[in-house]
């Protein structure tokens, strides 16, 4: 278990059976970003991460390399 899955954990526990739409997300992540600004980078990532499609050809690094790179 990676040090960072207790927080996906306590995620899933506590809101796990909710339905939330992709722009409340946003809106979330944009909280966060602006509380922690330290962190953009990281959730500028994660949110390319989840904006593209699981099945573009590229592969996982090329969109790693992509993500770093904007």
Same mark, same amino acid.
Request: net charge negative; charged share 45%; hydrophobic share 35%.
């Given at each position: 278990?990676? !040090? ?8 899933e526990e506590r809101r796990g059976d909710e339905r939330v739409n992709l ?8 909280? !966060? ?5 330290? !962190? ?23 969109? !790693? ?6």
């Amino acid at each position: 278990m990676y !040090f960072t899955d207790r927080g996906l954990e306590e995620l899933e526990e506590r809101r796990g059976d909710e339905r939330v739409n992709l722009t409340w997300l946003a809106d979330r992540m944009r909280a !966060f970003v602006d509380a922690n600004p330290e !962190f953009e980078d990281a959730v500028d990532r994660l949110a390319t991460f989840l904006a593209r499609d699981e099945g573009e050809e590229e592969s996982g690094e090329e969109k !790693f390399s992509e993500a770093l790179e904007s």
